[in-house]
């Protein structure tokens, strides 16, 4: 009951749009107390339709479903939660105005409008911002060693304004990135860029 209040208050700004369906069953799944396994996994009913999972993950804009669950292989296996999790994500971009692209696989060209158009205006302190040289050398790294630099991109699609911007660095000695700057343009925002 505690669970649907809370999302019945998140999305009450969804009201005007299409109502939120009903809860038709839920379980609740404490993985502290358990003392044989600490975790908690879905499982399918015997007798349970074949679709059942896929239905799970059916989009009901703007909530897109994924994890485990709701995949049709995979289930119970954090390999179904990522797949079903990069599928929402890409139906998500599908369904925005705009088109995200990594400078770092194509269009480095880009990369001198977005220094000067999004990052320095939102990064106006000096030193604050990597410069664009190091930038430049950061997108083509790619030994294995070095840290590689992604600007991801978001440009309107039809209009091929700049929108926002995020620069990470993924480091492979270590498998694991660090977030340097997320902007968004005053004019695309409240838009779902970031």
């Known amino acids: 009951a505690e669970a649907t209040s809370q999302l019945a208050r998140m999305f009450s700004c969804l009201a005007d749009e299409e109502p939120l369906p009903a809860l038709v069953e839920s379980e609740v799944v404490r993985w502290p107390q358990d003392p044989w396994a600490r975790m908690g996994y879905s499982f399918q009913r015997a007798g349970a339709p074949p679709d059942a999972r896929l239905r799970l993950r059916a989009p009901t804009w703007p909530l897109l479903w994924a994890g485990e669950a709701?995949?049709?292989?995979?289930?119970?296996?954090?390999?179904?939660?990522?797949?079903?999790?990069?599928?929402?994500?890409?139906?998500?971009?599908?369904r925005l105005d705009y088109a995200i692209v990594d400078l770092r696989a194509s269009e480095r060209g880009l990369l001198d409008d977005v220094h000067a158009k999004l990052l320095q205006t939102h990064f106006p302190v000096r030193g604050e911002l990597d410069e664009l040289e190091d930038m430049r050398r950061g997108l083509g790294n790619g030994d294995g060693r070095e840290p590689e630099l992604h600007v991801l991109v978001a440009r309107h699609r039809s209009k091929g304004a700049l929108a926002g911007c995020a620069c990470y660095e993924y480091y492979p000695t270590g498998d694991f990135a660090l977030l340097s700057y997320v902007c968004v343009d005053s004019n695309h925002r409240g838009q779902g860029i970031t």
Do not use: D, F, K, N
């Open 70 to 94: 709701s995949h049709p292989t995979r289930s119970a296996l954090v390999s179904g939660a990522l797949e079903t999790g990069e599928c929402a994500a890409r139906a998500a971009i599908a």
